[in-house]
């Protein structure tokens, strides 16, 4: 009979384990059984907990996300609540969070994203992602432009966050944060910019 409380102690090992092994040699590469070896458990406890690499690799991947959310819902608690352009500076400082950062996160990020494309339950993760960013920066823009403005300039903040995040993640030096949320912060100020000279 298993001790109480052991799932929550072997999961998290476990999802640290998928990440590191992904890390040390990606996710074909990453069996059960070297998972299972860098936690320090039998293959067949993955087998128990998750059915299998699948089932772990979307267990690491919420793990992840509830990372970012919480790293989101953080920064937005040190916002005042008029503070619209802090507001949104803090929902893209949470996605540079130094969690995200981490070489092995960034490569599970990686590994994920190409699997999603073919996997429907990862692209139902991906999409609540997507739309919970959307959502958030909306929210914040509808209160200083016109709602189909607001979609706009949501959708380039959203991309520019995927597309500086991607490319600095195939780089030797990593993602650079800080120069990641300037280069947003200065398309932020010209879009508010633009939005009070229109009106």
């Keep these: 009979m298993p001790k109480i ?8 090992q476990l999802i640290n384990a998928t990440m590191d092994a992904v890390n040390e040699v990606g996710l074909q ?14 293959p067949a406890i993955i087998n128990h907990y998750f ?4 089932g772990l690799l979307e267990a690491t991947m919420r793990h992840v996300l509830r990372q970012l959310s919480e790293a989101v819902r953080l920064r937005l608690a040190e916002c005042q609540p008029d503070d619209v352009p802090g507001r949104i500076k803090a929902i893209v400082g949470g996605n540079f969070d130094p969690r995200q950062l981490d070489p092995k996160v960034v490569k599970t990020w990686l590994a994920f994203w190409s699997l999603a494309m073919h996997d429907p339950a990862l ?8 739309k ?3 959502s958030h920066l ?9 709602r189909d403005r607001a979609q706009f300039v949501a959708q380039a903040i959203a991309a520019l ?16 944060s800080d120069l990641a949320q300037r280069i947003i912060a200065d398309y932020l100020e010209l879009q508010l910019h633009a939005g009070s000279s229109a009106n």
């Design 132 to 134: 919970r960013l959307l």
């Design 5 to 12: 409380g052991m799932p929550e102690i072997r999961k998290p």
């Design 51 to 54: 059915g299998g690499k699948h």
């Design 29 to 42: 590469g990453a069996s059960v059984a070297m998972i299972s070896r860098h936690a320090g458990v039998s």
């Design 138 to 146: 909306r929210l914040e823009l509808r209160r200083l432009m016109p």
């Design 161 to 176: 966050i995927d597309g500086i995040w991607l490319r600095g993640a195939l780089t030797p030096e990593g993602i650079n």
């Design 123 to 130: 692209y139902r993760l991906q999409r609540v992602n997507e």
